[in-house]
């Protein structure tokens, strides 16, 4: 079992940063994939970054070269550096983790917002 605690949300101005930290819990950090993903109010939840084990990163089209994910094994957490943002980065944030090795074993945190807006 993988608690996962989502920190650093808030309201932001267009082209400001935010940073989100995900604190992990309850197992071995380092054997997991993290990820964070995103759902605004009316749309499906999506991609935004992921990193393996091994610190090989994905990242969503639509957030490519403005936001940067990072893991830290030695403190058990996952950090999403967030820049230039703009008013549809606006929604709901979920920190993400996968067992490499069992993939059933998943886990979600329960979420913070970000809002964009002048």
């Known amino acids: 079992q993988v608690q996962l605690v989502e920190s650093g949300g808030g309201l932001v101005q267009p082209g400001g940063s935010l940073r989100l930290s995900c604190a992990a819990s309850?197992?071995?950090?380092?054997?997991?994939?993290m990820g964070w993903y995103r759902q605004a109010p009316g749309k499906q939840r999506e991609l935004v970054a992921t990193?393996?084990?091994?610190?090989?990163?994905n990242y969503g089209d639509s957030v490519k070269g403005r936001f940067t994910i990072s893991r830290d094994n030695a403190k058990n957490t996952v950090y999403l550096q967030m820049n230039s943002l703009k008013p549809e980065d606006t929604a709901v944030y979920y920190c993400n983790a996968v067992n490499e090795l069992l993939r059933e074993y998943e886990y979600w945190g329960q979420g913070t917002q970000v809002t964009v807006s002048s």
């Open positions: 309850g197992s071995i950090f380092s054997m997991y994939a």
């Open positions: 990193i393996t084990s091994g610190s090989s990163t």
